[in-house]
């Protein structure tokens, strides 16, 4: 039991891969082709492969959530999970930023990719200061962002297959969704950003204060 939430983490991982996979599936034509040869209806293919985009990215964003808690109540807390557990939220969010940009998402990719040069800036912070045994605390805003970009993400995921989910195909309908998710994904890049600002600044006075 110890070992659970590490096993959940590792799911995330996995899933990521599939994820994307089914994303970059979708983008695909010569699978739809061979669908097409092989007697499968191609929009049969590509609700599956959609489907299987949202739903395992939705999983994977729910093991974020039961991993930490598993932990913490199975007293299972160990170094390898302390490292596997914020490389696997940073692979998910990255491979459904690049997922989304191949499917042709340009804001997206815009905004996913400040969201990755924050999350990677603070990554190298952290290992420039961990040799001077300093630490940068995780605060609680940059705890909530990452769920933040979790639900953003997957709102652009599911706006982008609207007909999959037999909604009506309104326009004025579609276009506040589309809104609404542009809206939770600029919200989720400007808090990912201030956190970063945050830690670069609390980075700078560690720094003055070790000199």
Known sequence: MKSLPNIITGLRLVLTLVVFLAMLGLKFDALFV?????GIDPRTLGMTLYFTAF????????TD????????????GSTLGAILDPIADKVLVAGAVVGLAVLGSWM???LGGLILFREFAV????????????????TLLAKWKTTLQLVALAAQIFVGGWGAWGLPADPA???NAVKAADILLWLAAAVTLWTGVDYALAA????KEAA
């Open 204 to 207: 700078r006075k560690a720094l």
């Open 173 to 175: 309908l579609m276009t």
């Open 34 to 38: 061979w669908a097409m040869t092989s």
């Open 108 to 110: 997206t990719a815009l």
């Open 123 to 138: 990554s190298a912070l952290r290992e420039t200061l961990a040799p001077r045994g300093l630490t940068l605390p995780v």
């Open 55 to 62: 739903w395992g990215f939705v999983i994977a964003g729910v």
């Open 65 to 76: 959530f039961f991993d930490g808690w598993l932990a913490r109540k199975l007293d299972a």
